[in-house]
């Protein structure tokens, strides 16, 4: 039995109805069918069942544009007091990374986020969040600057805990034809050794071009090594030393010696702390930029 109830940002519910579910199979929930929230709803949603599950998230803006992007649902077990994002955005290269904040817990919570970019910090802070309630929070809130090379990460805290989700997207287009999404990070979820299973450059007629965020998790600045192994061989390792809460971009544009037109894994090595890291995966087909994002898998086995 699977339930669904949505939440506005003052914590008001609205029950998206009750599913009975083999095992194995699924149920989708429609937020413009499913669930009786106004037009132009912004809220947050928990999911519960008798029974173990997993969910995805699908945001789009089918019917208007060609935009769409999806992440991984949070685990009950997998929330925590800090959560983290290796990649913020402030309209850099004509993109923006705005971010999701779940209240996980039954009590009021007092939120603080920390953005850094270009090594500055900027504060962003929000008390009062309403059980299971969320607030958006956007670099610009915090006062980070905007444009080229305006790159980060961000460390959310809560006084209950957190889950989390963030989306970049064009900063400025009417219509959005394009959207990348992920979940957020918790300290358990790093490791020591991260693997990326696609990573390329220029790859294709479409350009295809990947550049990887590796965020430290850890509490003291981690030595970091990324390699790249692929059908045109090894190239690194590449270095880079990441204070705790920053992140680093490997982009294989950027980093020298990588050959055109190759594919193939990257392979992320940290001494002195834990790290987590998401791929961005760029190319142009008839005319559209399309870009996706996946989360990188920890030595642990588990995706990220």
């Given at each position: 039995?699977?339930?669904?109830?949505?939440?506005d940002?003052?914590?008001?519910?609205?029950?998206?109805?009750?599913?009975?579910?083999?095992?194995?199979?699924?149920?989708?929930?429609?937020t413009?069918?499913?669930?009786?929230v106004?037009?132009?709803?912004?809220g947050?949603a928990?999911?519960?069942?008798d029974?173990?599950?997993?969910?995805?998230?699908?945001?789009?803006?089918?019917?208007?544009?060609?935009?769409?992007?999806?992440?991984?649902?949070?685990?009950?077990?997998?929330?925590?007091n800090?959560?983290?994002?290796?990649?913020?955005?402030?309209d850099?290269?004509?993109?923006?990374?705005?971010?999701?904040?779940?209240?996980?817990?039954?009590s009021?919570?007092?939120?603080?986020?920390?953005?850094t970019?270009?090594?500055?910090?900027y504060?962003?802070?929000k008390?009062?969040?309403?059980?299971?309630?969320?607030?958006?929070i956007?670099?610009?809130?915090a006062?980070?600057?905007?444009?080229?090379?305006?790159?980060?990460s961000?460390?959310?805290?809560g006084?209950?805990?957190?889950?989390?989700?963030?989306?970049?997207?064009?900063?400025?287009?009417?219509?959005?034809?394009?959207?990348?999404?992920s979940?957020?990070f918790?300290?358990?979820?790093?490791?020591?050794?991260?693997?990326?299973?696609?990573y390329?450059?220029?790859?294709?007629?479409k350009?295809?071009?990947?550049?990887?965020?590796?965020?430290?998790?850890?509490?003291?600045?981690?030595?970091?090594?990324?390699?790249?192994?692929?059908?045109?061989?090894?190239?690194?390792?590449?270095?880079?030393?990441?204070?705790?809460?920053?992140?680093?971009?490997?982009?294989?544009?950027?980093?020298?010696?990588?050959?055109?037109?190759?594919?193939?894994?990257?392979?992320?090595?940290?001494?002195?702390?834990?790290?987590?890291?998401?791929?961005?995966?760029?190319?142009?087909?008839?005319?559209?930029?399309?870009?996706?994002?996946?989360?990188?898998?920890?030595?642990?086995?588990?995706?990220?």
């Amino acid at each position: 039995q699977i339930v669904l109830t949505a939440y506005d940002q003052t914590g008001a519910s609205f029950d998206c109805g009750t599913e009975s579910v083999a095992p194995g199979a699924s149920v989708t929930y429609l937020t413009d069918s499913d669930c009786p929230v106004p037009a132009g709803f912004l809220g947050s949603a928990v999911v519960s069942a008798d029974q173990p599950i997993a969910a995805i998230v699908n945001v789009n803006n089918k019917g208007t544009g060609l935009a769409a992007g999806q992440y991984q649902g949070t685990d009950g077990a997998d929330v925590a007091n800090e959560i983290n994002f290796p990649l913020v955005k402030n309209d850099h290269n004509g993109r923006t990374t705005t971010f999701y904040i779940q209240n996980a817990s039954q009590s009021a919570n007092d939120i603080a986020a920390v953005f850094t970019v270009n090594g500055m910090s900027y504060n962003y802070n929000k008390a009062g969040v309403a059980a299971n309630a969320m607030v958006v929070i956007a670099p610009s809130d915090a006062g980070v600057p905007s444009g080229p090379n305006n790159v980060g990460s961000l460390v959310v805290t809560g006084t209950q805990p957190l889950a989390g989700s963030s989306l970049e997207h064009e900063t400025s287009a009417a219509v959005g034809e394009n959207l990348q999404a992920s979940k957020a990070f918790t300290a358990a979820d790093g490791a020591t050794e991260v693997f990326c299973p696609l990573y390329r450059k220029t790859h294709t007629a479409k350009g295809q071009t990947t550049g990887a965020q590796v965020q430290n998790v850890g509490t003291s600045a981690a030595d970091v090594t990324f390699t790249f192994n692929s059908d045109k061989g090894s190239f690194g390792p590449y270095n880079a030393n990441i204070a705790p809460g920053a992140s680093h971009t490997f982009y294989a544009g950027s980093l020298a010696g990588i050959a055109d037109n190759s594919v193939g894994s990257a392979k992320i090595v940290s001494t002195g702390g834990p790290v987590v890291a998401v791929v961005n995966d760029t190319g142009v087909q008839g005319g559209y930029t399309r870009v996706t994002t996946y989360a990188c898998f920890g030595s642990g086995g588990s995706p990220i």
